[in-house]
């Protein structure tokens, strides 16, 4: 009996996953806990594991297709292979089955981005192709048949694609981004696919940037003597404990005791109310060579510098390492963005929702400074650049907030303790 496969929880808020690669494919034998596919959420990727042991009978989700926590997607046979038959002959006779393609029927007409891609590239008409995915829904693979099998047509006019009328308005909204891009491209352009993680990236910070009004602040910070201190101690921090003592730990030891005086700042907004978080779980930005990943440092205000500089370290390998998990990306509450890395001096990052603020720790340069009211000396300044939702914050509390940072940042050296 073949067995359904749905597409699991894969963690904290998550509603909906995109299949981006079959890991198996119809016939092949799996054991329990063995990969299915790759999905990408809005989080994190990762790997669908199989619920138990048997033979893939049937994939019901192409790769590209988003679907909710909870859908069919494939079937799995505990009964050997001759189960692939009877699932078949089971689809083709079942009335439950046939009246479940009947009420899919306009299925046939929804095509994946990944499909209407591939169609549009090679100039095939999708409306002459029998789809062989769920409901008679046009795959990947449907598409990638025909072009094997010479099918393409030079004259088909997209424009007319566009104007079908079965078309979703998902679809028509897809061809038309496409016209548009495509009057951009010019002679030698390369185009880029977009990754999962990619568009991921890409709807969140549209989503953001639409929902939550914006507002911006800086400070700057004279944090001389925790340079100097910090270059005394850190070879020596090296060898003691086998990874880097960087300056992002002191950042966000000041964060997050800042955030006990004022809570506001570790705040979410919550549709119809506001809502404090109790943890102060700091997200930071790691990037790699093609995405940005926001793990979370859990309770943050818990460590010292010493605990907040390992978990760091463990983060950073683990996303670079493409080993992050749902749990090591959920729950963050404030999102600390170490811009300076990339010698920035001035950023605005997005916020990341539903949290209140993100702050940007710029580079650490050297420039001349008025002290002590009349002297002008060279000194390690670095700006801190602050962007809030204006729902939830405004200036007042986010500018005493940048004080107490810039007060305890200014107030690190020899005697700041590490353990």
Not at 82 to 91: H, L
Not at 98 to 118: D, F, H
Not at 253 to 279: L, R, T
Not at 382 to 394: A, G, K, T, W
């Amino acid at each position: 009996m073949a067995e359904q496969v749905l597409m699991p929880q894969l963690g904290e808020s998550v509603t909906e996953g995109t299949i981006s690669k079959w890991l198996v494919k119809v016939g092949d034998r799996v054991n329990k806990y063995e990969a299915l596919c790759e999905v990408n959420t809005d989080k994190v990727n990762a790997e669908v594991p199989s619920t138990l042991s048997g033979i893939i009978t049937q994939i019901v989700i192409p790769e590209g297709d988003t679907v909710a926590v909870g859908t069919l997607i494939c079937y799995i046979s505990t009964n050997g292979e001759e189960a692939i038959e009877k699932t078949d002959e089971k689809v083709k006779t079942d009335p439950h089955t046939t009246a479940r393609v009947g009420s899919e029927e306009s299925m046939k007409q929804r095509y994946s981005p990944a499909v209407l891609k591939l169609a549009q590239d090679h100039h095939i008409d999708l409306g002459r192709i029998q789809g062989t995915g769920a409901g008679g829904r046009i795959t990947r693979k449907d598409v990638q048949a025909v072009i094997d099998q010479g099918g393409g047509q030079q004259d088909l006019d997209v424009k007319s694609i566009a104007n079908e009328p079965a078309l979703s308005p998902q679809v028509e909204s897809a061809v038309i981004t496409k016209k548009a891009s495509d009057a951009m491209l010019r002679e030698g352009d390369e185009v880029l696919p977009l990754t999962g993680v990619r568009r991921t990236i890409a709807t969140r910070m549209v989503q953001s940037k639409h929902d939550a009004p914006h507002a911006w602040t800086m400070i700057e910070c004279d944090v001389t003597n925790l340079v100097k201190w910090r270059n005394e101690v850190k070879d020596d921090f090296k060898k003691r404990e086998g990874f880097n003592l960087t300056f992002l730990p002191f950042f966000i030891k000041a964060v997050v005791e800042s955030i006990k005086e004022f809570p506001i700042m570790n705040a979410a907004w919550g549709g119809d109310k506001i809502i404090i978080k109790k943890a102060i779980n700091i997200s930071i930005a790691v990037a790699t060579d093609d995405a940005l990943y926001v793990p979370v440092l859990r309770d943050a205000d818990q460590k010292s510098i010493y605990g907040l500089a390992k978990a760091i370290d463990e983060l950073a390998r683990k996303t670079r390492a493409g080993k992050l998990t749902i749990e090591d990306m959920a729950g963050g509450t404030f999102t600390c963005n170490n811009t300076g890395s990339f010698g920035s001096v001035l950023s605005a990052p997005i916020i990341n929702q539903p949290q209140a603020a993100i702050l940007s720790m710029e580079s650490i340069v050297k420039r001349p400074a008025v002290i002590d009211e009349s002297m002008i000396a060279i000194r390690d300044m670095v700006n801190l650049c602050l962007s809030l939702d204006h729902r939830i914050l405004d200036g007042l509390v986010c500018g005493r907030f940048l004080q107490s940072v810039k007060t305890k940042l200014e107030a690190y050296g020899p005697g700041t303790k590490i353990y």
